[in-house]
Every structure is written in structure tokens, then in C-alpha cells.
């Protein structure tokens, strides 16, 4: 069956490219700036986690930016121009982003109707809502079911993560520098939640090894015992990933079924906001 709806989401949903061409998802870039340099994410070997890493460590600059609204006009009238009679474009939080603003623009000059839906989420967290909504697209389903189910996937979504330092949360703007500050001094490791679209403090904690423990913990107590998907995602922290997922596999096996757990790095636009040694769990109830 051929879709009459287009899916669109970003970069930030962390969909491996293989996956967003089975599923016949556009992804629109956001952007990350290093130095004076500007770079769509992903799209060359300055925009790649690794880089972004390095530059963080070495305290390069390094910032980051939304599509232009012209940039997700492009992507619906590409998807008109291929057949689509209506596009729904899911993208992270609006409270962490200019992006929705952008998808929002560019959806009043289309040409086609665009449903832009802002997820409240971000990563996997985007991730699992866009594919939640390429199912019922693939069944038969409307624009305003998927954006339904697409948004309900988000809400039952826990999205944690923790990271070795808040200084690149501060610089980005997503927590006040008193709290920053504070962390510093006290040697806290954070672990940070995304609460109605917002970064947000779970607990501290204070050693790396506490952290991870207790994001497992969490992670198992927000699964329950209903079915889910979980993803682990880092940056420039494949060992303490790996790890967590492994743990999780084991006490989530009956949650899982016959899913896997994701488990990957993040993109450059998110690495360059939590800083080297960031882990996520994310939780997605079904």
C-alpha cells in the first residue's frame, strides 16, 4: 500500500538511516556548529559524535542550530511532488528546541496540510514516537491517528539520562548556571530526567558507578511489567552503554519479548549539550 501521508522528523529522533528508508521517513537535519563552521548533523565526518567529543574536550566552541523553516518547506514539498496528499512531521521538544517552531512555519506555506507534532521528548524518546506512527501509517491510518499514537507513545516514554559534568548543559542554556556552578563544587553527578518537555533533576548522586546503577534502577521500575522498548545511548561511553544494556536485557527480558535493546550514541547536535561520558536509558511503553 502506498502511503497518501508523509512522515518527517529530525536529526535529534536518533533513527539509524537504514531504518529511516525501510520505514520511508525524511529526516531534516538540525544543524551543529563548530568553531565559526556550521554543519548539517550527520551529514560529514565534522558532524559525527567523535568530533563533536573531541572538540568538547579540547573546549573548542561548539553550539548547535535548528532547520530553517525554508529547510522543512523543502522536505513536504519533496513528499508532495512524490504523491503525498498530507504530511505529519514529529519532532523533540519545543522546550528544548526551535525546531517545531520551524516545522510550524514551514507547514503554513505548504502546499500539502502538515500536521507538526511536538513530542515533548527527545532521542529515542522522538524516536520510538515516529516510529509508532509509521505503523499505523502502514496500516491504513490517518494523519490525526498517527499523530494520536505518536504523542501517546511520548507521554509513556521516561527518558533519563546522566552526565560526568552539567558545565555542557549550562553552556547550551538547558539548566540556570547556579545549578551548574553547584554541581561543580560539590562534585555531584546528576541524573537528569525530561519532564514535560524539560530538562529536570531526578537525583544526586556521587560517583559514575552510583549513577549508572541507579538509571538502571529506574529504568526497571518505569518498565513495570508492561511491555517495552528500551534504548541506551552515549557519547564517548561505548563501555558503561554496553554494560547498562546488558543489565537491562537480563532484567528486562519478560518486559522486552523478542525486542532488542537500541543501543548506539547520540547524534552531534545532542553530544554537544551533555558533553563526553553522557548515558540516556530510554523507556517506551507499547
Known sequence: ?????????????????????????????????????????????????ETIAEALKAWSPVSTSRPAPAVFLEAYEQAARRGAEEVLSIHLSGELSGTFESARLAAREAS??????????????????????????????????????????????TSLFYVDTLEYL????RIGAGAALLGSALAIKPLLQIVDGR???VEKVRTSARALSRL???????????RVDVAVAHLASPDRAETLATRLRGRLAAQLGD???WVGQVGAVIGAHVGPGMVAVVVSLR
Not at 513530542?119 to 524518546?125: E, S
Not at 549550562?170 to 542554556?173: A, N, Q, S
Not at 538502571?216 to 508492561?226: F, H, T
Open 1 to 49: 500500500m502506498v502511503r497518501t501521508v508523509a512522515l518527517v522528523t529530525d536529526s535529534t529522533a536518533l533513527l539509524p538511516a537504514e531504518t529511516a528508508a525501510a520505514r520511508d521517513i525524511t529526516v531534516v537535519p538540525l544543524q551543529v556548529v563548530v568553531g565559526s563552521q556550521a554543519y548539517d548533523e550527520g551529514a560529514g565526518a565534522e558532524a559525527t559524535p
Open 170 to 173: 549550562r553552556r547550551g542554556g
Open 112 to 157: 500539502v496540510p502538515v500536521r507538526a507534532v511536538d513530542t515533548r521528548q527527545l532521542g529515542m524518546g522522538v524516536g520510538f514516537a515516529v516510529l509508532t506512527a509509521a505503523d499505523v501509517l502502514d496500516d491504513g491510518g490517518s494523519a490525526e491517528k498517527a499523530a494520536g499514537a505518536a504523542l501517546a507513545r511520548a507521554d509513556g516514554t
Open 199 to 201: 530538562v529536570d533533576t
Open 216 to 226: 538502571e534502577e529506574l529504568a526497571v521500575a518505569a518498565a513495570g511489567d508492561r
Open 259 to 261: 525486542h532488542e535493546v
